[in-house]
């Protein structure tokens, strides 16, 4: 008999991940609601490592250990990016990131600028 509670447990939390990641518009929080649903894998990888036990003996608990060190790397490089966003512009809005490539007049007006600024990057 499969655990069911276990199951429901970890497909409520990747929900409520995946309500956090579409609903918050603060940086750090929609990187704790990815946090929360790499958990809710978590949980399915070690449940399920507990009933195919036979086949790959803690195979899950392998691959929950791989997903830790994965977040691990992820909330690091994560909030390294907040930090910058917020020194750049004081803010961690996530509306507020500029995703846009800089338009072709303004990149030509900033090497125009640094050369005749006497830089060195104009004249490339």
């Known amino acids: 008999m499969r655990p069911v509670i276990p199951y429901v447990t970890a497909a409520l ?3 409520l991940g995946v309500y956090g990641v579409l609903r ?6 929609v990187l704790m609601a990815v946090e929360l649903m790499l958990n809710a894998v978590n949980l399915i ?4 490592d507990t ?3 036979a086949q790959l003996p803690h195979g899950g608990q392998v691959f929950a250990l791989f997903v830790i060190v994965l977040a691990a790397a ?5 909030l ?4 910058q966003l917020y020194r750049l512009r004081a803010t961690v809005a996530v509306d507020e990131v ?6 072709p007049a303004s990149a030509a007006a900033t090497s125009t600028g640094a050369a005749a600024a006497g830089g060195t990057e104009g004249a490339r």
């Not at 500029?98 to 338009?103: D, F, V």
């Open 80 to 83: 390294a990016i907040v930090l």
């Open 24 to 29: 918050r518009r603060n940086a750090v929080l």
């Open 13 to 15: 939390l990747f929900g």
């Open 74 to 78: 992820e909330i690091g490089v994560g």
């Open 45 to 48: 990888l070690v449940t399920a």
């Open 98 to 103: 500029p995703l846009a490539e800089r338009s």
């Open 51 to 53: 009933t195919v036990r």
